[in-house]
């Protein structure tokens, strides 16, 4: 089976979207996402420009060759670009190989490890009253899990704090919206969020909270610490990772459950978290980390240190990233939880798609393939629409990470 044509999808129904569609000369076609918030068109023009006149004529059921050759054959390795172009590629020929088999991604994998996914939705609200009553929702919605942000006094657009109750999409501006921060009041008002949390819904539901890069390593160390009696599934993304070795100083000073990765696009960059054991879950993701093919070797590198996989699922990543991601997630054998932000109605019209929520899981469907496909003639209805994340900076005007 020949490769004979690739084309890229962009859509924006409500948000941007990038869909790489692979066409092959026995009429089978998959589909990979391609999409990095607030950069899509960099990855459009990879894709274009640099990866699709490569892979015309190419034996599509060598997934790995491919791969190899489009890491390897880069020169220039790894980065968000690169990987997500990757990735979509990946994802789409395992669509093609398992649509040719006959059967589910999942059973190509190595079959079920598990008859359904937990998931964790967003609660969030503009002070911590109206995030207990958030959280609230959540669990009357069935969910076992729940991450729980806030706004915080005296600071402009906190993270996670999005507008609606159910929605949030964080790429909101045609140039960067200015976000603030300060680490002392953020200090002072997380443990509080948590002990409200605690006292109204006891411990029988999961509770997750995103710093989202803000803590250097020894403020990240303090409010691990100070958590700890609030029991939390995980603190994600305390510290900037760039420096892995930053992850030692949390570990001395708390037991909090750690977890890393979303901005990670391949191994190298979880090694020493890994291999040090510096965290309990692994966040990269099938679009982000150069598709299944290199997930897999992550997840099984962190199997040998007992670290689960608890895989990005925001928004900005495409109901395709979320078929392929429970595919993935019914196979692999050190399973955390999936993070699932709902799409809109709008963009699911537009990915029609056979996984369901039910009761706090997500259930993968049988559709031979990842089950995600794209409604064409709809996804031109709507054009692509420059949007970038925000930028953050402390009060005085110092960048600061968003
Ligand atoms: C967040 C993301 O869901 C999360 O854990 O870190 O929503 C992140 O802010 C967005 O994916 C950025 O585009
Ligand atoms: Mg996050």
Redesign the pocket.
């Known amino acids: 089976m020949r490769i004979t044509a690739a084309r890229v999808i962009v859509t924006c129904p409500g948000r941007n979207f990038v869909t790489l569609k692979i066409e092959t000369d026995q009429g089978l076609t998959g589909i990979g996402d391609a999409t990095l918030?607030?950069r899509e068109k960099a990855v459009v023009a990879y894709l274009e420009d640099h990866v699709i006149p490569c892979l015309i004529g190419q034996a599509a059921d060598q997934i790995e060759h491919i791969w190899q050759y489009l890491y390897r054959g880069a020169y220039w390795r790894r980065g968000p670009v690169t990987m997500r172009a990757i990735a979509a590629v990946d994802v789409a020929l395992w669509d093609i190989k398992a649509k040719a088999a006959g059967m589910p991604l999942y059973q190509l994998l190595g079959g079920r490890s598990r008859d359904r996914v937990m998931v964790y939705g967003?609660a969030n609200g503009a002070d911590i009253a109206e995030t207990v009553d958030a959280v609230g929702r959540y669990i009357d919605m069935g969910y076992k899990a729940i991450r729980a942000q806030s706004g915080i006094p005296g600071i402009k657009d906190a993270y996670g704090v999005g507008r609606g109750t159910l929605h949030y999409e964080?790429?909101d501006a045609a140039l960067p919206s200015e976000t603030t921060w300060d680490t002392a009041k953020a200090l002072a008002h997380v443990p509080q969020l948590f002990e409200a949390l605690r006292a109204t819904y006891g411990f029988d539901h999961h509770l997750l909270h995103?710093a989202?890069h803000r803590y250097t390593p020894q403020e990240a160390a303090s409010l691990a610490r100070r958590l700890e009696d609030f029991r939390l599934f995980w603190l994600?993304?305390l510290t900037p990772a760039e420096n892995q070795a930053a992850f030692r100083l949390i570990r001395q000073h708390s037991t909090t459950p750690l977890a890393v990765g979303?901005i990670f696009n391949t191994i190298w960059d979880a090694k020493q978290l890994i291999e040090e054991q510096l965290i309990d879950y692994i966040r990269t993701t099938v679009v982000g980390a150069g598709g299944i093919t290199h997930l897999r070797r992550i997840a099984d590198l962190a199997s040998l240190y007992q670290i689960r996989t608890g895989c990005?699922?925001?928004t900005?990543?495409s109901p395709v990233t979320m078929g392929a991601a429970l595919h993935f997630d019914t196979w692999v054998p050190n399973f955390g939880i999936q993070?699932y932000?709902r799409h809109t109605p709008e963009t699911d019209a537009v990915f029609p798609h056979d996984y369901h929520f039910e009761d706090g899981f997500l259930h993968v469907g049988d559709t031979p393939g990842h089950g995600v496909t794209i409604d064409e003639t709809l996804a031109a209805r709507y054009p692509y629409q420059p949007a970038f994340?925000p930028v953050a900076m402390l009060e005085d005007g110092t960048m600061w990470n968003w």
Do not use: F, R, S
């Open positions: 918030n607030g967003h964080p790429a995103d989202h994600e993304d979303e990005h699922g925001a900005d990543l993070e932000m994340l």
